[in-house]
């Protein structure tokens, strides 16, 4: 059920989704990019996920900031991982 997202839940996942389908371009050489959004009982978890190989480390600059800032503003949290499988930020938010 889609309708537990507040208006501002959906511009943030809109907002980060154009933020992480940017990074793919520009970082990643992804050829595979899923969004994919889980409601539960009490929290709706949103994975923006890539298939990209890039350096060994990263670091998180003006893009990735962003996306964690936003997702705080809409009362979520953010984590971001990056392991050899690719690129993956997920924001959990509670209804």
């Not at 371009?25 to 709706?44: G, R």
């Not at 936003?70 to 984590?79: D, E």
């Amino acid at each position: 059920d889609l309708s537990n997202f507040s208006p501002e839940q959906w511009v943030c996942i809109h907002d980060n989704l154009k933020e992480c389908l940017t990074n793919v371009l520009k970082h990643s050489n992804a050829t595979e990019f899923l969004l994919n959004i889980q409601v539960f009982k009490k929290i709706i978890k949103v994975e923006y996920k890539d298939n990209g190989r890039t350096s060994p480390g990263f670091e998180k600059h003006l893009g990735l900031n962003a996306i964690e800032e936003r997702t705080v503003k809409a009362k979520g949290r953010c984590f971001i991982n990056k392991s050899e499988n690719g690129f993956v930020v997920t924001n959990i938010f509670n209804y």
